[in-house]
């Protein structure tokens, strides 16, 4: 039987990997235009605010997933600013 930290660490898994590849065009590409500043600094909030209920709740799956999914949403919103930084500098 899978227990639910199980369930929870796999979601969680999935969830975040689904970032990895965003963060690599981005870089890659060394372009954010294309990313809703908005959508991310909402999403980015609404990701640091599970992060604090699983902390408060001592969810492991919740905590690291979500931690992790942070710092990715944050270097994506990183990259947009520079990026957009260095193209009005010319």
Same mark, same amino acid.
Not at 54 to 67: E, F, H, K, L, T
């Given at each position: 039987?899978?227990?639910?930290?199980?369930? *929870?660490? @796999?979601? *969680?898994? /999935?969830?975040? @990997?689904?970032?990895? #590849?965003?963060?690599?065009?981005?870089?890659?590409?060394?372009?954010?235009?294309?990313?809703? $500043? !908005?959508?991310?600094? /909402?999403?980015? +909030? *609404?990701? +640091?605010?599970? /992060? $604090?209920? =699983? @902390?408060?709740?001592?969810?492991? #799956?919740? !905590?690291?997933?979500?931690? !992790?999914?942070?710092? $990715?949403? $944050?270097?994506?919103?990183?990259?947009?600013?520079?990026?957009?930084?260095? @193209?009005?500098? =010319?």
């Amino acid at each position: 039987m899978i227990t639910t930290d199980l369930i *929870g660490s @796999i979601a *969680g898994t /999935l969830t975040t @990997i689904a970032f990895l #590849p965003q963060v690599l065009k981005t870089y890659r590409s060394r372009s954010a235009k294309d990313i809703s $500043l !908005v959508m991310f600094l /909402l999403f980015s +909030f *609404g990701v +640091f605010l599970w /992060l $604090l209920y =699983g @902390i408060q709740i001592q969810a492991m #799956p919740i !905590v690291i997933s979500n931690a !992790v999914t942070l710092a $990715l949403s $944050l270097s994506i919103l990183m990259m947009k600013f520079w990026f957009e930084r260095k @193209i009005k500098r =010319g």
